[in-house]
Structure formats: C-alpha cells, structure tokens
Nanobody, 119 residues
Framework: QVQLVESGGGLAQPGGSLRLSCAAS????????MAWFRQAPGKERDFVAA????????NYADSVKGRFTISRDNAKNTMYLQMNSLKTEDTAVYYC????????????WGQGTQVTVSS
C-alpha cells in the first residue's frame, strides 16, 4: 500500500552533517505521522524523531535534541532528517516509518540507510 525509500546516508566525520530523505509512494494519502528510527550494531531499534502530518508537531529522542531536525514536504511525499553535530554514537542504520491514519503503530517501514560517523 505504501512504499518508503530512504537515501542520504554515508560517512561523516564527528561534528559533521548529513541529511537523510525518505520518499513515500503508493497510497500516500493514508499516511498520518512519520518518524525516523535507528539501529546500531548489536542494539535494538530506537526512536529518533517523529512529525505529524502537517509537520506542526515534532518529537525527538533526548540524545538528538538540538542536533537533529525532522521535517516533511507533503507535496513531494518526502520526509527529511537534518543531522548536525554528528557523534560517533550516531552510527547506525536509519529507518523511516509511517503510520496509517487509523492505526496506532508504524506499519510501514523503509529498508534503511547506513550512517557512519568516524574520523
């Protein structure tokens, strides 16, 4: 019903920046909230940030507050994650997720994009 494709991952130095994108296709009109999660090697998948459909409500994990900014462009069916002041502990596979308007969970997931922060 909904397909999500992440892009923008790669290698960055500590203190550097990266911008992730998540392009949605299919029945995008059913999407409500969207979010970013990440999973580091050997760890569980963690919440990073979320945004409401119109972008007016955002929520961040404490570990990224003040450094990451989530946004979305509904006309382009794309969500973004601007990551600044990157730290080595930000290294992970980043996943975008979408919630159907009548659901309480994130039922749609992308395949993930690798972010590596290293000097």
């Amino acid at each position: 019903q909904v397909q999500l494709v992440e892009s923008g991952g790669g290698l960055a130095q500590p203190g550097g920046s990266l911008r992730l994108s998540c392009a949605a296709s299919g029945r995008t009109f059913i999407i409500d909230d969207m979010a970013w999660f990440r999973q580091a090697p050997g760890k569980e998948r963690d919440f990073v940030a979320a945004t409401s459909r119109r972008g007016g409500i955002t929520n961040y994990a404490d570990s990224v507050k003040g450094r990451f900014t989530i946004s979305r462009d509904n006309a382009k069916n794309t969500m973004y994650l601007q990551m600044n002041s990157l730290k080595t502990e930000d290294t992970a596979v980043y996943y975008c997720a979408a919630q159907k308007w009548d659901d309480q969970t994130y039922g749609y997931w992308g395949q993930g994009t690798q972010v590596t922060v290293s000097s």
